[in-house]
């Protein structure tokens, strides 16, 4: 069961987001609604920086020497732990480093680490593959230039740059980049073409989105691409030989089947995958971390997997694991090792 700050915090997110798109939503309207409701976090979402954390805006060049840009966070230590490559998501429209700090500060507090957080090409300026190839020229940046070793370093992404951070992994694999240590997604959009089940079956149940308009969001952002294209919506992608997946969604957003199909996908392809679904929170609820106890225990449940897979400490032996926050909610843990 959902914590009494979670189930309130719904509701204000309710009357101040949720709206059913209609027959005249243009690519226009969604575009502007999107970037007006969600674009800005509220001051009271935004962690406070605390006084260890150094927090730097960085350009850099891509493969096809344009300049791409981010922010690192970097916790002051002699040695930093891990390093975060952090996606945001926002539909691909929308959002940037600066609206997820809430997810970034607590990482890189958490771990006493590094994050750096990517602020890649938005659409419609810039569709599919704009968004992937930032991605892929930041991971290899932070592998090629700033002396990041893979066996130290994770991407994380939350809504669409959970997809892409799946995308991106398909890529890196496909161009024989060694890949990193795991990945870590938030309620990930990973079917663009919007054939999940609960895209229907919690369109009322999801405080955030109706499942109508997820599909309208999808075409924006592939354009001329087919939706179902695997580096587009890697569920439709060859998962082998990914690294361990860390994968969070709520059991009434509309993006729930994306994230289970996609952890069945990952365990029959051999993939290391543990498939987190908590009850009746809000779309990527580690952005509220500072409101809700439930975005606190997610990225605590975050770090102690970053920690686990960069000093490759196996994963759990059993293949079906459950714990209960209460007598009448589980929150299920599918974990499909090698």
Excluded at 34 to 56: C, E, F, N, S
Excluded at 103 to 120: H, K, P
Excluded at 204 to 218: C, K, N, Q
Aim: glycine content about 8%; some cysteine; hydrophobic content about 40%.
């Amino acid at each position: 069961m959902a914590s009494w700050q979670a189930a309130a915090l719904s509701r204000v997110i309710a009357l101040q987001i949720k709206r059913k798109p209609t027959s005249r939503a243009d690519e226009a309207h969604i575009v502007r609604q999107a970037r007006q409701k969600l674009g800005h976090m509220p001051g009271y979402v935004l962690p406070p920086i605390p006084d260890g954390l150094h927090i730097r805006p960085v350009a850099f060049a891509t493969l096809d020497g344009d300049a791409a840009r981010g922010e690192w966070l970097t916790w002051k230590t002699d040695y930093p732990t891990a390093t975060v490559l952090y996606v945001h998501g926002g539909g691909y429209v929308t959002c940037s480093p600066q609206t997820h700090r809430p997810i970034t500060v607590t990482l890189a507090t958490l771990l006493r680490g590094r994050v750096f957080a990517l602020d890649y090409r938005l659409a419609p300026e810039h569709r599919f593959p704009a968004a992937l190839d930032d991605a892929v020229a930041a991971y290899r940046w932070l592998v090629e230039t700033q002396g990041v070793s893979p066996n130290r370093l994770i991407i994380a992404g939350d809504s669409a740059g959970g997809g892409l951070t799946v995308s991106t992994l398909v890529r890196l694999r496909e161009l024989g980049v060694p890949l990193p240590a795991g990945a870590v997604l938030y309620s990930p959009w990973t079917d663009l073409a919007g054939t999940g089940d609960t895209l229907e079956t919690n369109t009322e149940r999801d405080v955030m989105f109706y499942g109508a308009g997820i599909r309208l969001a999808g075409r924006i952002y592939a354009g001329d691409t087919p939706p179902d294209h695997p580096l587009v919506s890697p569920l439709y992608a060859d998962l082998r030989g990914l690294p361990p997946l860390l994968v969070f969604a709520s059991s009434s957003e509309v993006l729930l089947d994306d994230a289970r199909r996609l952890a069945t996908r990952a365990g029959e392809a051999g993939v290391s995958v543990a498939l987190h679904i908590e009850a009746d929170l809000p779309h990527v609820w580690p952005l509220f971390c500072r409101l809700i106890p439930e975005g606190r225990r997610t990225l605590a449940q975050t770090a102690a997997f970053v920690r686990r897979v960069i000093n490759q400490v196996p994963p759990p032996a059993s293949l079906w694991s459950e714990s209960c926050h209460d007598n009448r909610i589980a929150s299920r843990a599918i974990v499909a090792s090698h």
